[in-house]
């Protein structure tokens, strides 16, 4: 059974840092990673995904990598601005259409 | 745009009462999928339809009914719900098809915040 893991579950920057986010999961038999922001009562918002077969994709200020083999994905974040501050959620998908997200971890951007 | 609808963005039921929330999506993916979410959670995956196939998840209680009627909409039915079933209720559609722009991404909707008294 997929579980994904990310760490840490709560990180406060000031404005203008450059941030490292942090996901783990444990089958590294995964079609895809899909990295996720969810502000308060809201719905998800898609940022980036990558397949299986890339290391990396970027937009904009955001920069995903994965490392398959060590069931690792990083989600960087570029100079840190007070709207970055939302809940990062990843999750690891098959290609059967299954998805297993981690708790997320919540960014304060402080101005 | 393109997106995913679901209505209504609050529900609010009595206990054992039947609800049902809705879901659409103009996308045309052949892909869709409820989960619930609560507070400070990852969302949990309920059950998904692949085309017209049904795909539950083993854990989800048989309270929880699914219905897609057509590509377009999907719903979901919680028979009797109970204090431990108000949640957010998340709609996600995604495209398997392999000449899309990023097969299997999945896109959600706002989400139902479900109270039950």
């Known amino acids: 059974k997929q579980e994904v893991t990310q760490i840490p579950a709560a990180l406060s920057v000031p404005e203008g840092e450059n941030l490292v986010l942090n996901c783990s999961f444990t089958?590294?038999?995964?079609?895809?990673l899909q990295w996720f922001r969810q502000d308060p009562g809201k719905g998800l918002t898609s940022l980036l995904l990558?397949?299986?077969?890339?290391r990396e994709q970027t937009s904009g200020r955001l920069n995903a990598s994965l490392d398959k083999s060590s069931g690792r994905s990083t989600l960087y974040i570029a100079a840190s601005q007070p709207g970055d501050s939302a809940t990062y959620l990843c999750?690891?998908?098959?290609?059967?259409?299954?998805?297993?997200f981690g708790d997320g971890t919540t960014l304060t951007v402080k101005p | 745009d393109a997106m995913v609808i679901q209505n209504p963005r609050y529900q609010v039921t009595q206990f054992g009462k039947p609800v049902t929330l809705s879901c659409s999506q103009t996308?045309?993916?052949?892909?869709m999928y409820w989960y619930q979410q609560k507070s400070s959670q990852a969302p949990k995956l309920l059950f998904h339809?692949?085309?017209?196939?049904?795909?539950n998840e083993a854990d989800t209680p048989d309270n929880f009914q699914s219905r897609r009627p057509n590509t377009s909409f999907c719903f979901l039915d919680i028979r009797s719900p109970g204090l431990g079933d108000a949640a957010m209720y998340l709609c996600?559609?995604?495209?398997?098809?392999?000449?899309?722009?990023?097969?299997?991404?999945?896109?959600f909707g706002p989400g139902t915040r479900l109270t039950v008294l």
């Open positions: 990558i397949q299986s077969s890339q």
């Open positions: 999750a690891a998908n098959t290609n059967a259409g299954k998805s297993t």
């Open positions: 996308l045309n993916h052949n892909v």
């Open positions: 089958d590294s038999a995964i079609y895809n």
């Open positions: 996600a559609t995604s495209s398997t098809y392999l000449g899309d722009r990023a097969p299997n991404e999945q896109f």
């Open positions: 339809y692949y085309d017209k196939d049904f795909n």
